[in-house]
């Protein structure tokens, strides 16, 4: 049961051009929605996050926007750079600590 | 000095054998976790500790036990290996329980079981 998902595994763009991650959920209980980013051979590392009584966090050239009656998610990037190339995930938590999902990820590479 | 860190990086084995993953933090976290990516890249959390108490523990084999002598450590054995636990293994620390709580994660250690 994956209750996040990412269904684009792979993301191209070209270098300053705007890159969009999407993620879906299925669980409304969710509270939090947070951003990882992974280079290889690397653990991820947190990118940023939006809580659930929001709909925009924005953090440099990084905005997260939250749908939730769709229950959908996406992140901004711009511009894109190339060091922006990596694995994103996106992840879920219910507020309480007992329950945390990630995505499966999006390659995203960033052409110079 | 790297926060999170687990050893060892590889680890190749041989079905049937006990091995362990040891991991570490070093920000006075409160919350550890274990988390297996396995060849589809699906990141799932298979432990949370939090102040050395078992908080979290998915669906995974009882082959697979978590210690956590202290706040700073929560290593990973696991018994009689199989080809299925082949992944890359990550420990990950937050501050805390809470939703929010930013998750400080290893470099993973890629099991192979051969």
């Known amino acids: 049961d994956q209750q996040v998902k990412q269904n684009s595994p792979s993301l191209s763009v070209q270098e300053g051009r705007i890159s969009i991650l999407n993620c879906d959920y299925t669980?409304?209980?969710?509270?939090?929605f947070l951003w990882y980013k992974k280079y290889p051979a690397e653990g991820p590392t947190f990118l940023i996050s939006i809580s659930s009584i929001k709909d925009k966090n924005e953090d440099g050239r990084f905005t997260v926007f939250l749908n939730k009656s769709a229950k959908h998610l996406s992140l901004h990037i711009v511009p894109s750079q190339p060091g922006d190339s990596a694995v994103y995930f996106c992840a879920a938590s219910d507020g309480t600590g007992n329950q945390f999902y990630f995505g499966t990820g999006t390659s995203l590479t960033v052409i110079p | 000095d790297t926060a999170v860190s687990q050893t060892p990086k590889y680890l190749v084995t041989q079905m049937g054998n006990d091995k362990s993953i040891k991991c570490e933090q070093n920000?006075?976290?409160?919350?550890m976790y274990w988390y297996k990516q396995d060849s589809k890249k699906f990141l799932k959390i298979m432990f949370s500790?939090?102040?050395?108490?078992?908080?979290i523990n998915e669906t995974v084999p009882n082959r697979f036990s978590p210690k956590s002598p202290d706040k700073a450590h929560l290593n990973l054995h696991i018994n009689s290996l199989e080809l299925g636990d082949s992944a890359v293994y990550f420990c990950a620390s937050s501050q805390d329980l809470a939703g929010d709580s930013i998750q400080y994660f290893g470099a993973g250690t890629r099991l192979s079981v051969l």
């Open positions: 920000l006075g976290h409160d919350t």
């Open positions: 500790y939090n102040n050395k108490e078992l908080i």
């Open positions: 669980n409304s209980m969710f509270d939090y």
